[in-house]
Each structure stands twice: as structure tokens, then as C-alpha cells.
């Protein structure tokens, strides 16, 4: 089988200065997350390469027209209600808010912050995958270096994490990508993709745009802009050459549970 690339977005409020210590207003973080998102579009669309963003319902209720003509080629899922709260009658209610939006039946749920929540919640609300597991160590978030590092059953639901390496487990997202030399990123990848026959890759849209004035620290501002859309364009380009890019959705259909 010809290995799988999911490259994937969280499409959400910008308030990650919040954890930091800023204020910053409703209509401020939507304005960033729309400018990223656009941003997104630009670099992906010459690629023809089909996406999944896991967006909050608050994000598609302010810009429903936007995320309506994104869900024509690529997917749609859930990445709750609000970015910043949660409540497990989100899982259902976020779900019902972007099927009203896009039409279209939402099949995959991630977790803001990819914070740990009941899979069997997840499976009542309709869900048939959960992309919220990072099978790593990220200190004063999770350790999940018990996980296992390919696609899973718990119950009914499919669980597809994140990459990570095949050795240390170092996480292969947005952080290792704005952060880590590139020739180091390429090898990695493209060893996970043959290894593993898959790679979870995922962003922020807000990464791709001007994110100066916002205090956060340099570990996640670095390189937001045009250098984060030329790292994530070699990127695709060499991917391309080493597997097929599918959503999240059409992935998890190779799964059958035992």
C-alpha cells in the first residue's frame, strides 16, 4: 500500500496569548485565524492535495462561508466548541453546528490541545475517529510514551495519533517544524512515512501569518509567516514523492476493528 500523509489544521480562535498572560479580543482572534487560514489556502491549493481541519464550531459560525467552500475538497472535523472551554455536550453540539455549515456528515474529533478526553463520550456524540493522542512526553501537557504509535481501537472508535519518531518518539509537529533544522525534519519524515506506512501531521493556520505583538515566546513565534510557508511548501513537494496525501476521514476507512 502506498504510504499515507495527513496534513491537518487546527482551525481555531487565535488565543494561545492567553496562556501568557494577554488579553486579546474576540474579533482579534478570529481576524488571525481567517488571515492564517488564507494563508493556508494560497500554499495548498497549487498542491491538489487534500487536507482534514479540525475546526472549532465558534470558528465556523464566524466564518461559515469560508469554512463551507473548504469542505468542497477537503475535510471537515471537530475540534470542539470553543478552543478556550470545554464541556463533553460540546462533542455533540460542535458536531451538529459545522454538518449544519458544510452539509456534510463530521466524522473525526480533536481535542484543543490535544487534552485528554473520553473515548467513549467521543463514540456517543457519532464520532467514528479520534485524532487527539500525541504518543509522546510534552512536559506539563501529557506523557503518553505508554501509547501506541499506530492507528487503534478503544471500542468503536478509531484512535489515529500524531507522528512521532520511531526511536525517541520526538514529536514530528508543528513545534519540531518552525523549530528543528530541515534537514533533520526531512530525514525524519520521510524514515516515519516508510517505517510507520503513515504520517499525522498538524498546524495552526495562525502560524502562516504575522504573529508579532502577542507576547508569546520565541519557541512558538519563530518563523510564523513566510518562512513557515516556505518550510511547509519543500515539504509538501518532497512528500509528494514518497506518498499519497489523503484526509483523515478516507484513512480511517482502511481500518476495519477486529
Not at 475546526?55 to 478552543?83: R, V
Not at 485524532?131 to 506523557?143: A, K
Not at 510507520?196 to 508579532?212: A, I
Request: hydrophobic share 40%.
Amino acid at each position: 500500500m502506498t504510504p499515507k500523509i495527513l496534513l491537518t489544521f487546527d482551525v481555531e480562535e487565535f488565543d494561545i496569548p492567553e496562556e501568557y498572560g494577554q488579553v486579546i479580543d474576540w474579533n482579534t482572534k478570529i481576524q488571525i485565524g481567517t488571515t492564517g487560514l488564507e494563508e493556508v489556502l494560497k500554499l495548498i491549493v497549487p498542491s491538489h492535495i487534500p487536507c482534514t481541519f479540525f475546526t472549532t464550531a465558534k470558528f465556523a459560525q464566524a466564518q461559515p462561508s469560508l469554512i463551507q467552500s473548504l469542505s468542497s475538497f477537503h475535510e471537515i472535523a471537530s475540534h470542539g466548541y470553543d478552543h478556550s472551554h470545554f464541556e463533553v455536550t460540546h462533542l455533540k453540539l460542535s458536531k451538529d453546528i459545522l454538518e449544519n455549515i458544510t452539509q456534510q456528515q463530521i466524522n473525526g474529533y480533536r481535542m484543543a490541545r490535544l487534552a485528554p478526553v473520553n473515548n467513549s463520550e467521543i463514540e456517543k456524540a457519532g464520532y467514528q475517529y479520534n485524532s487527539s493522542m500525541n504518543p509522546t512526553w510534552i512536559p506539563g501537557r501529557y506523557n503518553n510514551l505508554n501509547k501506541p504509535r499506530h492507528p487503534y481501537f478503544v471500542n468503536n472508535t478509531l484512535i489515529i495519533p500524531t507522528s512521532v519518531t520511531t526511536n525517541f518518539r520526538i514529536p514530528l509537529f508543528w513545534l519540531t517544524i518552525k523549530n528543528f533544522p530541515m534537514w533533520w525534519i526531512k530525514r525524519e519524515l520521510i524514515y516515519t512515512l516508510k517505517k510507520d506506512g503513515f504520517l499525522s501531521l498538524y498546524f495552526h493556520p495562525w502560524e502562516f501569518t504575522d504573529t508579532s505583538g502577542f507576547g508569546l515566546p520565541g519557541y512558538i513565534s519563530k518563523r510564523n509567516g513566510p518562512e513557515m510557508i516556505k518550510r511547509l511548501t519543500e515539504l509538501i513537494i518532497l512528500l509528494k514523492q514518497h506518498g499519497e496525501f489523503v484526509t483523515m476521514n478516507a484513512f480511517a476507512k482502511i481500518f476495519t476493528k477486529p
